[in-house]
Antibody
């Protein structure tokens, strides 16, 4: 059974940093592409970042470029999102999500999410 | 960016009802559309992809159709476990989601 468990969320002040983690199990993590997607009551679901199976190809949505860094450790079956220079508008539940199919950019499995709140 | 517009934003229905949710893209997406179900406190669950292909393990009462810019999710006979929020997502370009349709008990 595929399991994705996010952690690392919390309350942080504007301009601060946070590192999210996603522990994966139930599939061969090193074979597959991974993503971060966030959700807010106001803006809904928003894709944030993508990383390929080896970490060689990475994409970000425009609003986080230069501030967020996605990475992975295949030996630890883990995905990460380093978030710097956080803004109020980054407040959201952050999900890690798998992308099993080459080419088609939809998300097969999602974790339960971790809440990030950016507020003074 | 492609904008996805879902309708309705919410609906009330009874067990056994046929339910239809519509998703319209701001430009053609060539059937590059997925549907998800989300329950409170959980991440979304993939139901369909390529507009009409059922994900493994998803009940056959869920169906998808459409082409071009207009797509539909149909639940043929609503079951108690189907009360949830449903989202469409296009992947023709940078992924983007509809705003969701909440299906509530009538």
């Amino acid at each position: 059974e595929v399991q994705l468990v996010e952690s690392g969320g919390g309350l942080v002040q504007p301009g601060g940093s946070l590192r999210l983690s996603c522990a994966a199990s139930g599939f061969t993590f090193s074979f597959y592409e991974m993503n971060w997607v966030r959700q807010t009551p106001g803006k809904g679901l928003e894709w944030v970042s993508y990383i390929d199976s080896r970490g060689a190809t990475i994409y970000y949505t425009d609003s986080v470029k230069g501030r967020f860094t996605i990475s992975r450790d295949n030996a630890k079956n883990s995905l990460y999102l380093q978030m710097n220079s956080l803004r109020a508008e980054d407040t959201a539940v952050y999900y890690c999500a798998t992308k099993f199919r080459n080419g088609d950019f939809y998300f097969d499995y999602w974790g339960q999410g971790t809440l990030v709140t950016v507020s003074s | 960016d492609i904008q996805m517009t879902q309708s309705p934003s919410s609906l009330s229905a009874s067990v056994g009802d046929r339910v239809t949710i519509t998703c319209r893209a701001s430009q053609g997406i060539s059937n590059s559309l997925a549907w998800y179900q989300q329950k409170p406190g959980k991440g979304p669950k993939l139901l369909l992809y390529a507009a009409s292909r059922l994900e493994s393990g998803v009940p056959s009462r869920f169906g998808g159709s459409g082409s071009g810019t207009d797509y539909t999710l149909t639940i043929s006979s609503l079951q108690p476990e189907d009360f949830a929020t449903y989202y469409c997502q296009q992947y023709q370009t940078t992924p983007s989601f509809g705003q969701g349709t909440k299906v509530e008990i009538k």
